[in-house]
Each structure stands twice: as C-alpha cells, then as structure tokens.
Nanobody
Framework: QVQLAESGGGLVQAGGSLRLSCAAS????????MGWFRQTPGKEREFVAA????????YYSDSVKGRFTISRGAAKNTVYLQMNSLKPEDTAVYYC????????????????????WGQGTQVTVSS
C-alpha cells in the first residue's frame, strides 16, 4: 500500500507563488508516473500536471502551462509542483496522485489511471 501526503498549500495573493510537495510512504515506492489534480466545490476534478517515470517527461494542462512546473525530488518518493503567477482561478484543493499499475497505456491526464491519492491541500488565491 502507498500513502500520499500533500503539503505547501495556503493563501496567496494573485501573482504570488506556492510550492506544493507530495511525499509517499508505505511500501517501497514504484510508480509509472505521478500527477497533480485539483478540484473546486461542485466541479469535477481536473488534471494539472504529471511526470512519467520512464523518461521523466512533464505534462501540463493548458491552463497552467508556462506558470507551473512539476518535478520529482532526489528521493523517488517525492514530487513537487512549483506554482508561479498564481491566479484566482487556480483556487482549489490540490491532490497528489500516483499511478502504480496502469493498463497498457498510461494516460497521464486521466484520473482513472491513478490508484493512490493524497487527501489534498487547499490553495487559495485572492485578487
């Protein structure tokens, strides 16, 4: 079993920055990829960013491309999301997720391929 814990959320003014962290614990970590999703009340959870294990390639949603950067820490059980130039529309609960056993194809932007999820960390951006 893998447990994920997010941290780094908080309240920031528009244009500011936050760095989210995700740490995995439990069994020896092995994942095809890790990603970040976000959700606001009454809305579906949406993809934010992900990184694949095989080649370390990052993926981003169009809404955050150029502003957010996903990276894997030196330890294989950590992943970060550097969020710059934050906007009020970035306000959401951000969830870290790990894909440890996807199908033949790993769909990095689809939440159904992620089998472990953190409890989320709140990010609030004020105007």
């Amino acid at each position: 079993q893998v447990q994920l814990a997010e941290s780094g959320g908080g309240l920031v003014q528009a244009g500011g920055s936050l760095r989210l962290s995700c740490a995995a614990s439990g069994r020896t970590f092995s994942s095809y990829g890790m990603g970040w999703f976000r959700q606001t009340p009454g809305k579906e959870r949406e993809f934010v960013a992900a990184v694949t294990l095989s080649d370390g390639r990052p993926y981003y949603s169009d809404s955050v491309k150029g502003r957010f950067t996903i990276s894997r820490g030196a330890a294989k059980n950590t992943v970060y999301l550097q969020m710059n130039s934050l906007k009020p529309e970035d306000t959401a609960v951000y969830y870290c997720a790990a894909a440890t056993s996807p199908g033949i194809l790993y769909e990095v932007r689809e939440e159904y391929d992620y089998d472990y999820w953190g409890q989320g960390t709140q990010v609030t951006v004020s105007s």
